[in-house]
DNA sequence: GTAGATAGTTACCGATCGGTGCAGAACTGG
DNA sequence: CCAGTTCTGCACCGATCGGTAACTATCTAC
């Protein structure tokens, strides 16, 4: 066991410098994102991001794990509300108010970064892949809860009420980033609440 | 009035040429298409695209043009339905219909543009913009025609009921840019359609 | 033929991309 | 003080970015 503190200790704040990283991913997507404008919100040099966070695909990986433990924690809760139609409805609310944040780049992190990263980044791209589709068998395997305990029709069907809803969710995020107003967004999603069960 | 051909006639087809940057746009956005890519997927050297579009901009914009009046003609199709209901159905299917293109780059050149163009890029950000704006207006102004033909209920919202059906339609290829199936988002758009009119 | 115009090829421009080598600065344990 | 370790600042790497100058090739008009 090595001492805790050994060699000179660094000059800023790790999480701080994170929180300015995801900022920037999110506003500008993966390969929009350059080290110069990273590092340059981060406050700190090229040299000191390398050493704290290996490199751009691992500075990019932990700020989306950031992410989705922060402004988008809203999947993993809302699957705990207590009947199917409250899920879906906090995970409407949850998608609309993380793209709509004030201070905060309009749209989805995760959105972005997977219609903006290309093929040669492997490992970004697996994520966002991983990322999307836990997403969607967490909300599915939710709804299939929800049928065995009755809370939604026999013969309803977890698979595509998920999809429906994440469907919608991100439709809804779009939208956000053309600049759709909170208000209007929350009449959409009203709206495609009145349907329900969808299917 | 010049004539008609002077100079050296060009060795290459313009059409065919703009359809294959359309597709590598399609496929990679306007910042991820590099003019490397695009003139090896046109066949052409950079000084003959410089020459017959202008540069990566213009050629871009042209490239959606050729979008918006082929594979993505169908928001101006779609209003041409008898019924509103017959509108937003075909407008969903039209979406879902180009975003799973066989050998065509799934989803949309004009949302992976939209989300993938920098700042820095004004006229390609604002054709997009545009392009939206006007998609937008263009189903609103169907509904107030079905108000006014009492095809749609008089106190029916025209504004949300268009936005509501631009959300599906970006969620489905969204969905579509992820993998999932035409039968799977077939089965979405034929749930989200069981609400209509919406709101 | 020649003059004029446009297309094609090659090689290159400065800027920026992600990533590093190196030297010195700042810390801990002796 | 010293040795050992880690962080910082700066200059720099090769590769690629969008875009272009210079030259040659191929056409029309005369």
Redesign the pocket.
């Known amino acids: 066991m ?11 704040d790790a999480d701080e410098a994170l929180e300015k990283a995801m900022l920037v991913f999110w506003e500008h997507g993966y ?1 929009g ?6 590092t340059e919100a981060m406050g ?5 991001m ?3 966070f290996g ?3 691992e500075l990019f990986h932990k700020a989306l794990l950031r992410y989705v433990e922060g402004p988008a924690a809203y999947p993993v809760q809302a699957v705990q509300a207590a009947t199917a139609r409250r899920v879906a409805t906090e995970f409407l609310a949850g998608a609309m108010r993380t793209a709509t944040l004030p201070g905060h780049p309009p749209g989805c992190l995760g959105l972005r970064g997977a219609l903006t990263v290309d093929e040669s980044v492997r490992a970004a791209r697996d994520a966002l892949a991983t990322w999307r589709i836990e997403g969607h068998e967490r909300l599915r395997d939710r709804f299939r809860r929800a049928v065995d305990e009755g809370d939604l029709p026999a013969d309803a069907d977890p698979d595509l009420i998920a999809r429906y809803v994440q469907t919608v969710a991100n439709g809804l995020i779009i939208q956000a980033m053309g600049g759709t107003t909170r208000d209007e967004l929350a009449r959409v999603a009203d709206a495609a609440m009145r349907n329900w069960p969808p299917g």
Chains 1, 2 share one sequence.
């Open positions: 090595g001492n805790a503190q050994l060699g000179r200790p660094r000059a800023f390969e994102a350059s080290l110069s404008a990273l700190i040099s090229r040299k000191s390398y050493a704290a490199n751009k695909e």
